[in-house]
Structure formats: C-alpha cells, structure tokens
T-cell receptor, first 114, second 108 residues
Framework: EAGVVQSPRYKIIEKKQPVAFWCNPI?????LYWYRQNLGQGPELLIR????????DSQLPKDRFSAERLKGVDSTLKIQPAELGDSAVYLC????????????FGPGTRLTVT | RKEVEQDPGPFNVPEGATVAFNCTYS??????FFWYRQDCRKEPKLLMS???SGNEDGRFTAQLNRASQYISLLIRDSKLSDSATYLC?????????FGKGTSLLVTP
C-alpha cells in the first residue's frame, strides 16, 4: 500500500514570495491533516479535513495561509506571502475514519525562507 | 502546564541496555495515547498505540499510569538502530498533540 505522498520535498524561497505544498493521502483515508514542525519541536496541527470539509482550522494563520482539498482526496497548502518564521517542515498525515488517531505521515516538505 | 511534556534528553545508552522514557499529559479525559519514532530529517512513524493500561510489541513496552497522567515507553535490549527521537502524542479533539520528543542515542 502506498503511503502519504508529498511534494516538493524541499523548497527555498525568498520572503514575501508565495509557496504551495501538495499532499496525496493514503488511498481510502478520509481524514487529512497538515502539521508544521519546527526544529526541536513536535508537529503542530494547522488544519484537519474530513473528506473535503475543513473541520478544524483554528491554528491556521489565515492572513497568509490557505488550504484546500478538492474532491476530498489531494490537498494543497499555500502560504502567501511567506515570512522568515515560516521556515519549517510541513507534514501531511492521513487516517482512516475507523481508527482516527492512528495517523500516518508523509515525508514532509522542508521550507526555507531567506 | 503544557498539554504533553517529554524530557528532551538526549539519552545515551550502550547497546543491549534497557531505557525508559516518560511522557506526561494534562487532559485527564484522554483515552488513547501514541508513541511515534522520528529519525533525523524523516517523518514521524507510528511505533505503538496505547488504548488501555499498556501495550507490548517485541522489545518495546508502553505503559499507562492514569492516576499520575503519564505514559512510558520501555525499550529492552537496545539496538544501534533504535537511535531516534521518540514523540509522545495525545488526542486533542480529532487531531494529536505532540510532545517535543525524547532523543535516544544507542552507542556500541
């Protein structure tokens, strides 16, 4: 079974530029999560989707971050404009509705904002 | 008190040793707990789920102490390949609250 796929794996941009990350969850997993992980910290939730509906986006900085999950499968997370403090690893995870908390992570996108 | 707290370590242990990490949580209503392993520059990978008093999988044992609100991860007969960061996670709503992780280095 294929795991969670993310792209790109690495991205270096200048501040104020836009950036987008893409995630394809495990087939059949209805729940999709975007986390951000800073160096030396655990992952922190940005947004959670149930199918195509964003059901928890309370931690998403909405002034510059946006996300979508059209058709309830793939998802895109966008930052516009990026700030230096956005440098982090952006992790996508998915889970089956049957066992919600057992989340499986993709390899992440390592973002560096210069 | 932070929702999930872990001793960051690092824990340096010789091969073959037994090592244990603790993770304290603040939500007394939590019913499930998770240990993830994260290798350097890799994604977290689910190591073990704990839904009752504990769980055992080979050399790994997770135990839950509800009265004191902590879970522990015990690794017996440590291998060099066990070197990693171990993240504790506790549900918050339908997402997970992660600790900062405990770093383990197993040396020859």
């Amino acid at each position: 079974e294929a795991g969670v796929v993310q792209s790109p794996r690495y991205k270096i941009i200048e501040k104020k530029q836009p950036v987008a990350f893409w995630c394809n969850p495990i087939s059949g997993h209805n729940t999709l999560y975007w986390y951000r992980q800073n160096l030396g910290q655990g992952p922190e939730l940005l947004i959670r989707y149930e199918n195509e509906e964003a059901v928890d986006d309370s931690q998403l900085p909405k002034d510059r971050f946006s996300a979508e999950r059209l058709k309830g499968v793939d998802s895109t997370l966008k930052i516009q404009p990026a700030e230096l403090g956005d440098s982090a690893v952006y992790l996508c995870a998915s889970s089956s509705q049957r066992v919600d908390y057992e989340q499986y992570f993709g390899p992440g996108t390592r973002l560096t904002v210069t | 008190r932070k929702e999930v707290e872990q001793d960051p370590g690092p824990f340096n242990v010789p091969e073959g040793a037994t090592v244990a990490f603790n993770c304290t949580y603040s939500n007394s209503a939590s019913q499930s707990f998770f240990w993830y392993r994260q290798d350097c520059r890799k994604e977290p990978k689910l190591l073990m789920s704990v839904y009752s008093s504990g769980n055992e999988d080979g050399r790994f044992t997770a135990q839950l102490n509800r009265a004191s609100q902590y879970i522990s991860l015990l690794i017996r007969d440590s291998k060099l390949s066990d070197s990693a960061t171990y993240l504790c996670a506790v549900p918050s709503g339908y997402a997970l609250n992660f600790g900062k992780g405990t770093s383990l280095l197993v040396t020859p």
